[in-house]
T-cell receptor, first 115, second 113 residues
Framework: GAVVSQHPSRVICKSGTSVKIECRSL??????MFWYRQFPKKSLMLMAT?????????EQGVEKDKFLINHASLTLSTLTVTSAHPEDSSFYIC???????????FGSGTQLSVL | GQQLNQSPQSMFIQEGEDVSMNCTSS?????WLWYKQDPGEGPVLLIA?????ELTSNGRLTAQFGITRKDSFLNISASIPSDVGIYFC?????????????FGKGTHLIIQP
């Protein structure tokens, strides 16, 4: 079945540093990928839609300069949390939409802890 | 974005009992999806529903896409310990693939020994 690989699975960083999270579709092409944020025992909230070859579309309230998204190829999207602060600590999950059949597949998530 | 109304928020049941949870929305969705999430993991798709009125089973799981396209339910029969987790409903407009999913707030399933 289709697989979405998300790395790293867990990252701990110091406040003020930047962290990059990768989301790869391993056996399908994804024109569109999505980034979600999830707080403990809460629902997934869509942060942004990542479009291959164009700018990402951000949901209301999500800072574009804070959460940089790059979708340079049909199989890779990256989310960079810039100048991370403790309040950015969260579980980040990506999903990729298979361009051939529109089905969505999720990565396994990245637990970010900012000290 | 909009959230779906998912209930119950949590369930405490005995092993072997049946489970039922549902989601409602004020908006129409083209697709309803049910996911299970284990701690520290991404959501795993359980059942996808594509047509209004559709009733689909996956082992002990059964889900239905409401006729109005504004609601869905998920039933789990004869629960077992590995059913513990958080279950999310999600709606997908999927009009052209450009939209992300709208998630319910989740149902925490806890199975008491």
């Amino acid at each position: 079945g289709a697989v979405v690989s998300q790395h790293p699975s867990r990252v701990i960083c110091k406040s003020g540093t930047s962290v990059k999270i990768e989301c790869r579709s391993l056996d399908f092409q994804a024109t569109t990928m999505f980034w979600y944020r999830q707080f403990p025992k809460k629902s997934l909230m869509l942060m942004a839609t990542s479009n291959e070859g164009s700018k990402a579309t951000y949901e209301q309230g999500v800072e574009k300069d804070k959460f940089l998204i790059n979708h340079a190829s049909l199989t890779l999207s990256t989310l960079t949390v810039t100048s991370a602060h403790p309040e950015d600590s969260s579980f980040y999950i990506c999903s990729a939409r298979d361009s051939s059949n529109e089905k969505l597949f999720f990565g396994s998530g990245t637990q970010l802890s900012v000290l | 974005g909009q959230q779906l109304n998912q209930s119950p928020q949590s369930m405490f049941i005995q092993e072997g009992e049946d489970v039922s949870m549902n989601c409602t929305s004020s908006s129409i969705f083209n697709t309803w999806l049910w996911y299970k999430q284990d701690p520290g993991e991404g959501p795993v798709l359980l059942i996808a529903l594509y047509k209004a009125g559709e009733l689909t089973s996956n082992g002990r799981l059964t889900a239905q896409f409401g006729i109005t396209r504004k609601d869905s339910f998920l039933n789990i029969s004869a629960s077992i310990p590995s059913d513990v987790g958080i279950y999310f409903c999600a709606g997908d407009y999927s009009g052209g693939g450009a939209d992300g999913l709208t998630f319910g707030k989740g149902t925490h399933l806890i199975i008491q020994p």
